[in-house]
C-alpha cells in the first residue's frame, strides 16, 4: 500500500483540525456516515426540543481514538452525544497520548453534546467517567511527566495496548506471586505492573519524577474533582489490588472511601517497584472506593467552567471502559428472559457481555470466585458490587478488522466507493458478500469460506491462551487482490474473531460458569454480519441493549448513583438498562423455516418465506432480513 492509505487511528497527528474536533449525534430519527475532513463523523438528527426541568446524567468516555460526552435522561434514554478525536504516537510497541490533549477534547465533546441535546448545565446532576485501562503519570503539581523515549512531556500516557513491557511481564510472572491467581495466573503486558517497571528500568529521570500513577479513568476523575481516591475496578482488574480485602465493609452504611488495604507489599517488593509502597501506597493509591461512589465535593470550579458544568455537581468513582459497557447493558434483557428466571441474581450469572471496538472484552459475573486460567479475575466488586467478574479478552478485533481491510490492495477504491456512496466500508462489504452467495450458489454466507481461514492473533492472545507473543494466520491467500476476496478475507477475520469469543464462552463454563445468554454493545456490534456470525459459531442468540452507546450510558449511571438518584448501582442498572433488538441463529430462521413448511404444507412455501423474512426484521440488527443468509432451498 502507499503511504497515503486511510488509517483506523493516527501516529503522530490529530485526526482531525481543531475546527473539526467535534462529531455530534442528538437522539435520532436517522444515522448517516460520511467521510468529512479525513475522519469518520456519525451524525443524528433530534426529532423535538427537550422539556426543561429535568434530571439529566453525563457519561464521558474515553476511548482508543476520541474522548466522547453522552446525556441520559433517568430511564436511561439518550439525549444526544459528540465525539472530539484525540492523539495518538505509535513507534512499534509503544503507543502512546496525552493527558492535556484528552481533557481538551472531552470539554470540546461535553460543549457539542449540551449545545446539540439542548441541555443546559445545570440541568446535569451527575457525572462518570469511564476510559481504556491506560497509565498516566503526573508530577506533584499535576503536570504530564513523559513515558517516550524521545522525553515528550505530552506523552504521558501509555496507552492500554502498549507492548512494550512483554520481558517486564515475564519477569513478573516467573515469581508465581499469590496475588497472580487473581488475574488468570499471569498479569499480561496490558497490566500496570510490567509497564510501571518497564519505566523505573528504561526512564529513571521520569521515574523519579512522578508523583502519581494513574489509570486513566481515576486520573479523569482526580482532574474533575481534585479527589485522588481509585476505583476499585481499576486497581483490582489492571493493578493487582485485592479487592476482596473489603469484603467485610461492603455491609457497613455510609461510607464514601476506604483505606487502601488490598495491596500486597511482598507483591510490589520482589518484582523490584518497593518503592510504590511508601507514603502508604501515596503513588498508586492510598483510598479506594466501589464505581459509583461520590468523589470530594463534586466537580471543583475550575473543572466545572471547562466542562460548562455547574460547581458541586456531584462525580461518581470510574470504571474502565469496557467494565462501563457491562454496566450500561448487563441488564438489558427482554422481560421474557428476565421473568424465565426467578431468582434475579442467579439469573445476571448466566449472563456475558461483549464490549466489542478496538479489542473485545468479555465480561461476566458469579457469586462465587472462579479461578479459571488463562482468564482475568476473579475480580471482586470490580464492575457490579458484591459480584465476582470473569474477564476475558481479545486484544485486537476492530484494530484487526481495520488492519486486514487497510492492508488490502483493493482498499483504496473500496474506500473510495463507500464515500461516494456515504456508506461504511462494513456495509460495502456485507453487500459484496450478499450477492456473492447468489453468484457462487453458496448455500449461506459461512460457505464462502471454505478455503480460506484466519488465526486472528495478530496482537496476541490475552484469553484463554494468555500468550502475548501469539502470531495471527491467513491460510488460503491466492494471487485473488480483487474486492471480492478483499471480502472473503473480511468474513474469515470476523469468523475468527468469532470462534476465539466461542473458545473463551466454553473455557469459561468449563470452569464453573453457565453462560447461555450474550450481550453485545460497542461500535462492533452495530455491524449485522459481525453479530450474525458470532451468534451462529457460538449457537447462542446475541441481545442488543435500547440504546447503542452503552459505554456512555454505563459512564452516566456512575453519575446518577453519585447524585442519589437511585440507591445502589444494581438499581441504577435496573433502571436505566433496556433490551434491544436480538440477534437470534440462523438455525432458530431455518427451523422456523421448515415449521411453517411443515403446518402449511405448502410445497413452494410462499407464505412461509413471507413469514420468515418478517422475523428477520423483528430480530436482525438494522432490520437487514437475513432470508439471503439462509440455504438456498429450491
Avoid at 422481560?335 to 450469572?349: P, R, Y
Avoid at 470466585?369 to 476473579?378: D, E, Q, R, S, T
Avoid at 482498499?411 to 456515504?422: E, F, I, P, Q, V
Wanted: hydrophobic share 40%; charged share 20%.
Amino acid at each position: 500500500m502507499s503511504g497515503d492509505k486511510r488509517r483506523a487511528w493516527a501516529d503522530t497527528t490529530p485526526l482531525l483540525d481543531q475546527k473539526h474536533r467535534s462529531s455530534i449525534s442528538p437522539i435520532y430519527n436517522t444515522n448517516r456516515i460520511s467521510y468529512a475532513a479525513g475522519g469518520l463523523l456519525e451524525m443524528a438528527y433530534a426529532t423535538a426540543p427537550p422539556a426543561r426541568s429535568r434530571s439529566v446524567f453525563l457519561g464521558v468516555d474515553v476511548g482508543t481514538g476520541s474522548a466522547r460526552a453522552g446525556l441520559f435522561d433517568e430511564s436511561g434514554k439518550l439525549l444526544g452525544s459528540a465525539s472530539s478525536p484525540i492523539q495518538i504516537w505509535k513507534e512499534g510497541d509503544c503507543i502512546e497520548q496525552s493527558s492535556t490533549d484528552i481533557w481538551h477534547a472531552i470539554c470540546a465533546a461535553v460543549d457539542s453534546a449540551c449545545s446539540l441535546a439542548n441541555v443546559d448545565g445545570e440541568e446535569v446532576k451527575g457525572v462518570g467517567f469511564a476510559a481504556t485501562c491506560s497509565l498516566v503519570a503526573v508530577d506533584a503539581d499535576g503536570s504530564p511527566v513523559s513515558v517516550s523515549w524521545n522525553g515528550d512531556s505530552r506523552r504521558n500516557i501509555i496507552v492500554w495496548m502498549d507492548h512494550r513491557a512483554v520481558k517486564q511481564a515475564e519477569k513478573i510472572n516467573s515469581r508465581n506471586s499469590p496475588v497472580l491467581q487473581y488475574c488468570g495466573g499471569a498479569v499480561s503486558p496490558e497490566m500496570q505492573p510490567p509497564k510501571l517497571l518497564w519505566v523505573k528500568e528504561n526512564l529513571q529521570e521520569s521515574w523519579s519524577m512522578v508523583f502519581r500513577w494513574m489509570d486513566l479513568s481515576d486520573w479523569l476523575s482526580y482532574r474533575a474533582t481534585g479527589d485522588d481516591t481509585r476505583s476499585l475496578c481499576t486497581t483490582v482488574c489492571k493493578w493487582t489490588y485485592l479487592g476482596h480485602a473489603h469484603m467485610q465493609q461492603m455491609n457497613e452504611k455510609g461510607f464514601r472511601d476506604m483505606e487502601a488495604c488490598g495491596w500486597d507489599d511482598e507483591f510490589w517488593e520482589e518484582i523490584g517497584l518497593g518503592d510504590l509502597i511508601d507514603g502508604h501506597h501515596a503513588k498508586i493509591g492510598r483510598s479506594v472506593a466501589f464505581p459509583g461512589h461520590p468523589l470530594g465535593s463534586g466537580l471543583t470550579p475550575a473543572a466545572a467552567k471547562e466542562l460548562g458544568l455547574v460547581p458541586g455537581t456531584p462525580v461518581g468513582t470510574s470504571l474502565i471502559d469496557a467494565h462501563a459497557g457491562g454496566v450500561g447493558v448487563m441488564e438489558s434483557v427482554p422481560e421474557s428472559v428476565s421473568e424465565a428466571k426467578e431468582n434475579e441474581e442467579e439469573a445476571i450469572c448466566h449472563r456475558m457481555v461483549l464490549v466489542c471496538g478496538t479489542s473485545t472484552c468479555h465480561m461476566a459475573v458469579s457469586r462465587n470466585k472462579l479461578f479459571i486460567p488463562g482468564v482475568w479475575g476473579p475480580f471482586w466488586s470490580a464492575m457490579v458490587p458484591k459480584f465476582w467478574l470473569t474477564e476475558g479478552g481479545q486484544s485486537a478485533t476492530g484494530a484487526l478488522l481495520d488492519y486486514i481491510i487497510e492492508n488490502h490492495v483493493a482498499s483504496r477504491s473500496l474506500a473510495n466507493r463507500a464515500a461516494s456512496r456515504h456508506v461504511s466500508l462494513f456495509e460495502l462489504l456485507n453487500g459484496t458478500l450478499e450477492s456473492m452467495i447468489h453468484e457462487r450458489n453458496s448455500p449461506f454466507v459461512a460457505a464462502l469460506t471454505e478455503d480460506i481461514h484466519v488465526l486472528p492473533d495478530f496482537h496476541g492472545n490475552r484469553s484463554p491462551i494468555a500468550d502475548p507473543k501469539s502470531k495471527g494466520i491467513i491460510c488460503g491467500m491466492t494471487l485473488d487482490s480483487s474486492e471480492k476476496q478483499l471480502a472473503l478475507l473480511y468474513l474469515a477475520t470476523v469468523q475468527g474473531i468469532a470462534y476465539g469469543t466461542r473458545h473463551i464462552v466454553e473455557h469459561c463454563n468449563a470452569h464453573g460458569h453457565k453462560i447461555d445468554t450474550l450481550l453485545a454493545c460497542g461500535g462492533l456490534a452495530k455491524n449485522p454480519l459481525f453479530l450474525q456470525q458470532h451468534a451462529d459459531i457460538i449457537g447462542c442468540p446475541i441481545i442488543l441493549p435500547r440504546e447503542n452507546e452503552s459505554v456512555l450510558l454505563g459512564a452516566a449511571i456512575l453519575g446518577a448513583v453519585a447524585a442519589k438518584r437511585y440507591s445502589s448501582l444494581i438499581e441504577a442498572m435496573k433502571a436505566m438498562n433496556a433490551a434491544g433488538q436480538v440477534c437470534m441463529t440462523v438455525g432458530f430462521y431455518l427451523l422456523t423455516y421448515l415449521y411453517l413448511v411443515y403446518i402449511t404444507r405448502d410445497k413452494e412455501a410462499k407464505i412461509c418465506q413471507l413469514i420468515l423474512c418478517f422475523f428477520s426484521l423483528i430480530f436482525v440488527p438494522g432490520g437487514k432480513p437475513v432470508w439471503r443468509f439462509l440455504p438456498i432451498i429450491n
